[in-house]
């Protein structure tokens, strides 16, 4: 089966490019996230609509490089659109990005409707950048997508520390001497980068979930960032590569997004710590070390062993938990150890 799907030459670049897009998106969805600015990703993606479109009218061409540099137009324009909304008004940035979003998509569907009788097969590829069209991937849009994840690392990896200061403290970062003008600049050009180079596969509409998915199931992981940038990367990759191979008789996008999503759903059930699964197991161990070791407790706090029963006194003391000297009880530092580890929350089953 695998050999089969796999010897197909359009099939191979739809995997190419749905995991390369994975990839850069996981990447830079990690860093929207810990920013709180999730919904930018949207707005931006929905605001590339209108540039392809407009791009095509004044050109005639629904090429690759064509419709990438209307899009790239848009959405920087939409993102310096938010930044004067913001600083000249009272309106809320969700408020702000709800605006932006619905009002540049709205007028990329009225563009759209406009040239419906003189786009002719035009038509049909500047309507694959609502929903998607993996399958209309070329060896130049790899290309493409290549060029964007080179950029990305060597950027990444040039401001690594710059960033991870940046985004977890700010006024820190400026007090140093260094302008978050710069950073927030990179971030955003990033950004802009990622959500044009996955319209075409995913679509303007979806490409916010393969945006942030893989970065929030990346958070449900860990807490450092460069395991949250290499898992947020995995999920996105795997996500691009299962939505491809199972999506091949149905619209790849939309199976992506399942796919991401899913990671998503499992990692609030399963992921160490933060899931829910995980939660109640932690919850019934931690239920079960104090009873277990509620006379070592009870010790700990009182100093007295008059209250503990004699089969759990025997118990504690077999562990080697306590010391015995003429019949006088002490903890050992063992005992200490697991007394402050139950109090800790950490759970362990001796």
């Known amino acids: 089966m695998w050999a089969e799907i796999l ?18 998106g996981g990447i830079i969805g990690v860093f929207l996230t810990l920013k709180k600015q999730s919904l930018v990703g949207d707005a931006l993606s929905h605001s590339a609509l209108p540039g392809v479109v407009l791009a095509y009218i004044i050109t ?15 959405s920087v324009f939409a993102l310096y659109l938010m930044n004067i909304i913001k600083k000249y008004s009272k309106i809320k940035n969700d408020a702000i990005l709800a605006i932006i979003l ?14 419906r009788d003189t ?72 950004v802009v980068l990622v959500v044009v180079s996955g319209i075409q596969t995913v679509g303007v509409i979806l490409m916010s979930a393969l945006l942030i998915a893989p970065g929030v199931a990346a958070r449900l992981w860990s807490n450092r960032l460069g395991i949250n940038v290499i898992l947020a990367a995995f999920f996105g990759a795997i996500s691009g590569f299962l939505g491809t ?14 796919f991401v999503t899913s990671i998503v759903i499992l990692s609030l059930l399963f992921a160490p710590k933060s899931g829910f699964i995980w939660s109640k197991i932690a919850e019934r161990i931690h239920k079960y070390q104090i009873n ?21 006194l025997d118990f504690l003391v077999e562990k080697g938990f306590f010391n015995i000297e003429n019949e006088v009880y002490d903890l050992t530092p063992r005992g200490k150890d697991k007394v402050y580890s139950i109090m800790a929350g950490e759970f362990k089953w001796i």
């Open 7 to 24: 010897s197909s030459y359009t099939v191979r670049i739809v995997l190419m490019g749905t995991v390369l897009l994975g990839i850069v």
């Open 60 to 74: 005639q061409r629904s090429t690759l490089f064509v419709s990438v540099i209307g899009a790239i137009l848009a």
């Open 102 to 115: 619905s009002g540049f998509f709205g007028f990329g569907q009225v563009l759209l409707s406009i040239i």
């Open 119 to 190: 786009a002719g097969q035009d038509q049909a590829r500047l309507n694959t950048f609502i929903f998607g069209q993996a399958a209309t991937m070329s060896i130049q849009d790899i290309i493409f997508l290549v060029i964007i994840l080179t950029v990305v690392l060597i950027l990444v990896l040039m401001f690594w520390r710059h960033i991870k200061i940046f985004i977890f403290n700010r006024e820190f970062y400026q007090s140093l001497g260094f302008s978050g003008k710069l950073i927030n600049v990179i971030l955003n050009a990033l």
């Open 245 to 258: 191979i199972f999506g091949l008789d149905m619209a790849t996008g939309p199976v992506i997004v399942i």
């Open 292 to 312: 277990k070791y509620h006379g070592l407790i009870h010790f700990f706090e009182t100093g007295t062993i008059d209250e503990i029963p004699k089969e759990s």
